[in-house]
C-alpha cells in the first residue's frame, strides 16, 4: 500500500511557460531565415514609408547635388569639395540615383540598407553568445532608439553603422580563428570604409583595441593579424590627412559648438523613447517570476557565454559619446548627437548580453524581452507622418516669389525651398552670403560658405552681398522666427529700413531698402 502511495506521489510540476519558451526557442533557431526575413520586410515597409513621407532637410539636398553629378569619378570630386566629410556616402548615394532616380527613397537606400546591414550584424555578433531570443532583442534595439532616425537620412551614418557592425562580426570570428582569412581583411575593409564614411568613424577603434587588449592579456600572446587589420584600417585617415587637417582649421566658426553637458544629451537623445520599452521588461519579467515563482530553472538554460575581451568592447562603446565631446572641445570645435552615434552600439550589446548573464540565459525571460521590444518595431514601423511637399506648407512665399524675387537669409529653409519649388519659382530665390556678417550676427559661417560651394555644382541662385547691396535698394525678405540669420540684421544696423509686409506663425515676408 505504501509503495501504491508513493507511485502516486505527485512530483514538482516543470514551468509550462519555461517549457513553452524553450521549445518555441528551438523552432527560431531552426527557422532563423524565416525570422529574419520576417524582420526584413517589416524593417523597409517601415524604412521605405518614413522615408517617402520625410522631406528633404539641408544636408540631405547636399547629397542629391552630389548623387546628379553625371558620373561616379565626378561625383567623387564634387563630394571632396562640397561636404567636409568623407565621399564614400555620397558615391553610394550616386549609384542609387542614377539606378532609380532622385525620389525621397532612393537617395535614402544607402542609409536604409546600412541600418538593416547594422541590425543584423547585431543578432549575428550575440547570437554566439546567448540565446536565439536575446539575440533577436539586439537585432531590433536600434529600431527603437534615437538612432533608427538615421536609417531614413541620405547621409553618412546608415552605412557609417553597417561597416560598424561588420566590423564587430569579423573581429568576434577572426579573434576565434573562425574563417580568420576572410575576417582579418573583412575586419581591415570595415574599417576602413568606416572611415570613408564619417571621420568620427575613428573612435570604433577605443572598443575594439581596447578588447584586443583584454584579450593579449588573457591569452598572453600578441594576435599579429588582428594588429594588422587595425592599423590598414586607418589607410583613409593618412590617405586624406591634409584633408582633415584643413575641415578642423576651418571649423573657427560652426553652427554646433560642443560643450560638456552634451555627454549627457546624447544618452538622453538617444535613448528617449527606449526607457518605455525598458519599464516594460521589467514589469513583464516581474509578472513572469509571479507566475512562475515555484518551478525549478530549466535544465536547458544556459548563461551567456561572453569572453571578457567582448564585455570589454561592449563597456567601451559607451565611452565612445564621452570621448567624441572631449575631442571636440578639443579639436573640432564641432559637435552634434549623430557624430557620435556608434556609441549607442555599447546598448545594443551590453543590453541583451547583461540580462541573459544575469537571468541565468532563462528562455522566457528572453521571449519576454524579445516581445516587448517587437512591440516597439511594430510602433515604430506604423508611426508615419503624414506626406507632403514643404514648399506647399510656405503660401506666403509662393505668393511673394510669383511677384519677383525674394531672399530668404535661412540656408536650411532656402535650400528646402529651392529643392520643392516649381521650376519656374526657384531662379527667384535668393540667397546673399557675407561670410563676416554671418560671424557678427550669428557666431557662424559654416552655411554662407557651404552655400557658397554648392554653386559651382548646382544652380543655386547665391548673389554676394556687397555685390547685391546697392544703395537705395529695394527687395522682399522671407524672414523665419526660429532661424533669422544675420540680413535684417545688418540691413538696420547700416541704417536701411525693414517693414513687415505680411506674417504667419514663425514666418515673416519684409519690405527692405537700404540706406540710400
Known amino acids: 500500500m505504501a509503495g501504491s502511495l508513493n507511485s502516486l506521489e505527485v512530483r514538482p510540476r516543470q514551468s509550462s511557460l519555461d517549457g513553452d519558451a524553450h521549445v518555441l526557442a528551438g523552432w527560431l533557431e531552426a527557422h532563423k531565415a524565416i525570422v529574419l526575413l520576417a524582420f526584413t520586410a517589416v524593417y523597409f515597409l517601415g524604412a521605405v514609408l518614413h522615408a517617402r513621407s520625410k522631406p528633404f532637410w539641408f544636408d540631405e539636398i547636399v547629397t542629391i547635388i552630389v548623387a546628379k553629378t553625371p558620373d561616379l569619378p565626378t561625383a567623387w570630386r564634387a563630394a571632396t569639395e562640397i561636404d567636409a566629410m568623407p565621399p564614400l556616402s555620397h558615391a553610394l548615394a550616386h549609384l542609387f540615383v542614377r539606378w532609380f532616380g532622385v525620389t525621397e527613397v532612393s537617395v535614402r537606400m544607402p542609409a536604409m540598407l546600412g541600418f538593416w546591414i547594422f541590425c543584423l550584424s547585431l543578432f549575428w555578433f550575440t547570437r554566439r553568445r546567448v540565446g536565439i531570443y536575446y539575440a ?27 561597416f560598424c557592425g561588420l566590423a564587430l562580426v569579423a573581429w568576434q570570428s577572426a579573434s576565434e580563428n573562425r574563417k580568420r582569412s576572410i575576417a582579418i581583411p573583412g575586419l581591415a575593409i570595415c574599417l576602413a570604409a568606416a572611415l570613408l564614411c564619417h571621420y568620427y568613424a575613428a573612435l570604433l577603434y577605443i572598443p575594439l583595441c581596447g578588447g584586443e587588449l583584454v584579450r593579449i592579456t588573457r591569452t598572453r600572446r600578441i594576435d599579429w593579424g588582428m594588429g594588422a587589420a587595425l592599423a590598414a584600417g586607418t589607410a583613409p585617415v593618412l590617405w586624406r590627412m591634409a584633408t582633415i587637417v584643413g575641415v578642423v582649421k576651418g571649423f573657427t566658426h560652426t553652427w554646433a559648438p560642443p560643450s560638456p553637458e552634451q555627454i549627457l544629451e546624447f544618452w538622453e537623445t538617444g535613448l528617449q523613447q527606449t526607457g518605455t520599452f525598458v519599464t516594460l521588461w521589467l514589469a513583464m519579467l516581474a509578472l513572469a517570476i509571479v507566475a512562475d515563482r515555484n518551478a525549478p530553472a530549466p535544465a536547458e538554460s544556459a548563461p551567456a557565454q561572453v569572453p571578457d575581451h567582448e564585455w570589454m568592447a561592449g563597456v567601451l562603446f559607451l565611452t565612445i559619446p564621452t570621448a567624441a565631446v572631449v575631442g571636440a572641445l578639443l579639436v573640432t570645435h564641432m559637435f552634434t ?22 537571468l541565468g540565459g532563462r528562455a522566457l525571460w528572453g521571449l519576454v524581452m524579445w516581445m516587448v521590444t517587437v512591440v516597439g518595431l511594430g510602433f515604430a514601423t506604423i508611426d508615419i507622418p503624414a506626406r507632403q511637399n514643404p514648399f506647399d506648407a510656405e503660401p506666403i512665399l509662393r505668393e511673394a516669389l510669383r511677384q519677383g524675387p525674394v531672399a530668404v537669409p535661412d540656408g536650411q529653409l532656402f535650400l528646402r525651398m529651392w529643392q520643392y519649388a516649381p521650376d519656374e519659382l526657384k531662379s527667384r530665390l535668393l540667397f546673399l552670403a557675407d561670410n563676416e556678417a554671418a560671424v557678427q550676427y550669428m557666431g557662424f559661417d559654416t ?55 505680411k506674417q504667419s506663425p514663425y514666418r515673416s515676408l519684409v519690405r527692405v531698402r537700404l540706406k540710400p
Not at 536600434?142 to 553603422?161: F, M, S
Not at 548627437?337 to 544575469?358: E, N, Q, S, V, W
Not at 544652380?459 to 544703395?471: G, M, S
Open 136 to 162: 533577436l532583442t539586439a537585432m531590433l534595439l536600434p529600431v527603437v532608439t534615437g538612432a533608427y532616425l538615421y536609417a531614413v537620412e541620405a547621409r553618412a551614418y546608415g552605412p557609417e553603422l553597417a
Open 337 to 358: 548627437f549623430r557624430y557620435a552615434l556608434i556609441g549607442l552600439t555599447g546598448f545594443y550589446l551590453l543590453a541583451p548580453m547583461l540580462a541573459a548573464h544575469l
Open 447 to 501: 552655411i554662407d560658405g557651404g552655400m557658397r560651394g554648392l554653386v559651382p555644382w548646382s544652380q543655386i541662385p547665391l548673389v554676394e552681398y556687397r555685390d547685391f547691396a546697392k544703395p537705395g535698394r529695394e527687395f522682399l525678405v522671407y524672414q523665419n522666427a526660429l532661424r533669422p540669420g544675420w540680413l535684417l540684421s545688418k540691413v538696420v544696423d547700416d541704417g536701411g529700413l525693414a517693414e513687415i509686409q
